[in-house]
Nanobody
């Protein structure tokens, strides 16, 4: 049974930092790309960051330079370190696992497994 369980969300002030974690089970973690997506109220879910099985990383322009994605294949965990948070980062954050081709690595339809989400709220 595949499971992805996020944690680490919360309510913070603008400029603060948070680290999200996502623990996976039920599939061969090391062979999958792991991504973070987010969805703000009334908006479409959007790509945030991804780390491929071979460790290259990609980010959305809105978080590049502020967020860092990493993985621990021993702990089956993917992390999202979020620095200099802004109110516009407020959203439900989801981790996802998949095997997307590079050209579609930001496409949520390329990811097979999803967590239940963790809320991040940034106040100004």
């Amino acid at each position: 049974q595949v499971q992805l369980v996020e944690s680490g969300g919360g309510s913070v002030q603008a400029g603060d930092s948070l680290t999200l974690s996502c623990v996976a089970s039920g599939f061969t973690f090391s062979g999958y790309a792991l991504a973070w997506f987010r969805q703000a109220p009334g908006k479409e879910r959007e790509f945030v960051a991804v780390i491929r099985a071979t460790n290259p990383t990609y980010y959305s322009n809105s978080v590049k330079g502020r967020f860092t994605i990493s993985r621990d294949n021993v702990k089956n965990t993917v992390y999202l370190q979020m620095n200099t948070l802004k109110p516009e980062d407020t959203a439900e954050y989801y981790c996802a696992a998949g095997r997307p081709v590079l050209s579609a690595i930001r496409d949520q339809n390329m990811y097979s497994y999803w967590g239940q989400g963790t809320q991040v709220t940034v106040s100004s």
